[in-house]
T-cell receptor, first 115, second 114 residues
Framework: DADVTQTPRNRITKTGKRIMLECSQT?????MYWYRQDPGLGLQLIYY???????NKGEISDGYSVSRQAQAKFSLSLESAIPNQTALYFC??????????????FGPGTRLTVL | AQSVTQLDSHVSVSEGTPVLLRCNYS??????LFWYVQHPNKGLQLLLK??????LVKGINGFEAEFKKSETSFHLTKPSAHMSDAAEYFC????????????FGGGTRVLVKP
């Protein structure tokens, strides 16, 4: 079984709808992250959480919110989806020890299309 | 602030020939550097990482990268490309000054011709 899972894998929705993307991990990591990927821009950090009670905004948090329901679960919500939020979304996890040296482990991604 | 520039958005090589993917970084402190690979419709997988130990880093699938502080570069190479190397590659920097967050380059898409 995959260590980091994301649901759904694909979603098509309409402008103005509320959307939730879910991420679960079995790696036992404290740190979890949400990124979006747009062509030519690499991945940009939306939100990150260093533990259940610690939520932080990333580079592009406007229009998004998150919830850390448990160590293993981190959800991303689009309160009112708009077409320029059409992108590939990735969840990632990392261990707290080692700081900047630690790699992040990525889920398979969710492709979101907002019409 | 930290940043990463991948100098080529696309690289095309013939199977069996060397691959070179170029990456330059900017970081206020001693950075950690990573290369990730993304195959079509897949998540990102770590190829290798530099964390202030040996400057020549060997990774999976025959890839290696050399950290050159004087040139602020971390280029990725492979002596002989395989068809399965066709993917997108991301150079990534991380540092304490940026709260240990990752900063991604824009990616290099590799095409391998038979």
């Amino acid at each position: 079984d995959a260590d980091v899972t994301q649901t759904p894998r694909n979603r098509i929705t309409k402008t103005g709808k509320r959307i939730m993307l879910e991420c679960s991990q079995t790696k036992g990591h404290d740190r979890m992250y949400w990124y979006r990927q747009d062509p030519g821009l690499g991945l940009q950090l939306i939100y990150y959480s260093f533990d259940v009670k610690d939520i932080n905004k990333g580079e592009i948090s406007d229009g998004y919110s998150v919830s850390r329901q448990a160590q293993a679960k981190f959800s991303l919500s689009l309160e009112s989806a708009i077409p320029n939020q059409t992108a590939l979304y990735f969840c990632a996890t990392s261990d707290a020890s080692g700081g900047a040296r630690n790699e992040q482990f990525f889920g398979p991604g969710t492709r979101l299309t907002v019409l | 602030a930290q940043s990463v520039t991948q100098l080529d958005s696309h690289v095309s090589v013939s199977e069996g020939t060397p691959v070179l993917l170029r990456c330059n970084y900017s970081s206020s402190y001693s950075p950690s550097l990573f290369w990730y690979v993304q195959h079509p419709n897949k998540g990102l997988q770590l190829l290798l990482k530099y964390t202030s130990a040996a400057t020549l880093v060997k990774g999976i699938n025959g890839f290696e990268a050399e950290f050159k502080k004087s040139e602020t570069s971390f280029h990725l190479t492979k002596p002989s490309a395989h068809m399965s190397d066709a993917a997108e590659y991301f150079c990534v920097v991380s540092g304490q000054a940026a709260g240990n967050k990752l900063t991604f380059g824009g990616g290099t898409r590799v095409l391998v011709k038979p």
